[in-house]
């Protein structure tokens, strides 16, 4: 086992929840000892912008820790015991082109969601492949990647087929973020909550919410009768979730349980079982993205810029369950803790109805050597189909871009429930490889050497 204290690389170093990582860890050093904490990222200016906001966070609880701010893959890896990677490939301009180009077409635009997360994986599973092989190269043999970035679902499924042995474990707050709805509607700290899930990551179904044994998911369906997944604090609990974005979000669990109550789904269902509302109401010239540039990120770089200006840090930023779940993930692989936790893992009959190597989200116990699955059993016939036409979708996307495949690629997102016809997922696929230029090089020479099917 890993001998603390441990050297932590967080890789994607300038990213807006890094200081809300790093203050979930400082609260934490007795569970989880550090020796040192590394910033990598491939923006240098971001990066250094930040990286005095999360020293002042590490000063404020420890002198000893050391820290370092690098854009060298040698000096961030070397004989590092764990890495936390959160990369958004692309960054924020590109998530914008991911969610304007399918709304242009009257198609949900979405950062990890139809068109656009398939835009975003596309970006990604290279990238996140060439991280496991610098970690591999420098870190000690035994350091863990627990993975963040998004497209986690295809991100996934790329490191699967590409990197099978990686120790790279991939996670979700999502369902974390659920629980803790579901805590606060129940008058129960999350952490009182044992769950089985069955899905792909965004895209998923808890199907009993026990406490101490009881099955309070009939409690929650007539909360959620009411007032969808929303708690009336949840500005309290977590600013952002105060955004409009979010509160639609939450609320519309109301109407997915409306139509099928037998199970509570993850909020990211809204986008595949009712894709229409979704478009009606997202304003195609303000996206998520514009939402979350003129928030999170903006309030960040302000409070940055006034830090160094006064040398006083103003409260801005939101130490969540989405730092907590990766240090209780970072801990339990440590210390060989068995926790169970929600992750994603290769499928090896978890759902017995689904292939065995599926990349699926369910609960599983986290070891020292890896998640250990919990066995779901068989899913309904609604859900297996759906959760295979999303897979597929899924899978075609990382083959065309292991392949450099146009025709796959345009498979992946004819397939995708969010795209009503071919004629749709081409258009939206040809704007977003011209958006992609300098991200897709293999699919943009595929287009451009005359394979993309003509007009
Ligand atoms: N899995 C989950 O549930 C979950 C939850 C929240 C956020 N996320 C993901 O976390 C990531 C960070 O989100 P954010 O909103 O803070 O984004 P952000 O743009 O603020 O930060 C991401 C950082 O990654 C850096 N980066 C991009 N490519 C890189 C590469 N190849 N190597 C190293 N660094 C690279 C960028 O320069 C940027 O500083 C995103 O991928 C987001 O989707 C995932
Ligand atoms: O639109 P964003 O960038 O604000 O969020 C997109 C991410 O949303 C989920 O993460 C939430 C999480 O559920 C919540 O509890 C809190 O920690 O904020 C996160 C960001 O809003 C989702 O799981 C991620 O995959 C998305 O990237
Ligand atoms: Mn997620």
């Known amino acids: 086992m890993l001998k603390p204290p441990f050297i932590l690389s967080i890789a994607g170093g300038g990213s807006t929840y890094t200081p809300g990582i790093v203050k979930s860890l400082m609260v934490r050093l007795e569970d989880f000892p550090l020796a040192e904490i590394r910033l990598y990222d491939i923006d240098v200016a ?26 060298d893959p040698e000096a961030a890896f070397s004989g590092a015991h764990f890495v936390f990677a959160q990369m958004r490939v692309g960054q924020y301009k590109m998530r914008e082109q991911d969610e304007k180009i399918p709304l242009r077409h009257g198609v949900v635009g979405q950062e990890t969601c139809g068109p656009g997360g398939l835009a975003y994986g596309l970006r990604t599973i290279l990238p996140m492949v060439e991280l496991i ?31 099978p042995d990686a120790r790279v474990l991939n996670i979700c707050d999502m369902p974390v973020a659920a629980m803790r709805n579901m805590g606060a509607i129940l008058g129960v700290d999350r952490h009182k909550l044992e769950v089985d899930y069955f899905g792909l990551n965004h895209f998923g179904w808890f199907t009993r919410v026990l406490v101490d044994g009881e099955d309070r998911l009939p409690q929650l369906r007539e909360h959620i009768a009411r007032f969808g997944l929303l708690t009336e604090d949840a500005a309290q ?21 409306d139509h099928f109550p037998e199970y509570l789904p993850n909020p990211y269902l809204q986008y595949y079982l009712m894709p229409n509302e979704i478009v009606e109401h997202q304003d195609p010239n303000y996206t998520r993205a514009n939402e979350v540039m003129n928030g999170r990120e903006k309030k960040l770089f302000a409070a940055a810029l006034e830090y160094q200006r006064t040398g006083v840090l103003p409260d801005a930023f939101h130490v969540g369950v989405h730092g907590a779940f990766i240090v209780d993930v970072a801990c339990s692989l440590a210390f060989d803790l068995r926790q169970r936790h929600l992750v994603i893992v290769e499928n090896k009959g978890a759902i017995a109805n689904l292939p065995y190597d599926a990349m699926v989200e ?28 999303q897979l597929a979708s899924e899978q075609l996307l990382v083959e065309a871009t292991i392949e450099g495949s146009y025709e796959k ?22 704007e977003m490889i011209a958006a992609n230029r300098e991200y897709w090089p293999a699919l943009q020479k595929a287009w451009e050497n005359g394979r993309a099917i003509k007009k």
């Not at 971001?46 to 000893?64: C, F, L």
Request: charged content about 20%; hydrophobic content about 40%.
């Open 133 to 163: 092989d610098l970690v591999e190269r420098y870190a000690d043999k035994r350091a863990w990647i627990v993975n963040y970035s998004n497209p986690a679902a295809i991100v996934a499924e790329g490191v699967r087929r590409l990197r």
């Open 237 to 257: 609990t977590d600013p952002q979730h105060s955004d409009p974005s979010w509160v639609k979000t939450w609320r519309n669990i109301k109407p997915l349980m």
């Open 362 to 389: 369910v609960p599983a116990y986290i070891t020292a050597n890896g998640p250990e699955p919990v066995r779901m059993g068989a899913v309904p016939l609604f859900h297996q189909t759906l959760l295979m036409q």
């Open 409 to 430: 690629a345009l498979q992946a997102f004819t397939l995708n429930r969010t795209v009503p016809t071919m004629q749709h997922a081409k258009a939206i696929l040809d």
């Open 46 to 71: 971001r990066q250094s912008t930040i990286a005095p906001v999360v020293e002042k966070v590490i000063r404020d609880h420890s002198q000893s820790i050391k820290f370092t701010v690098t854009s």
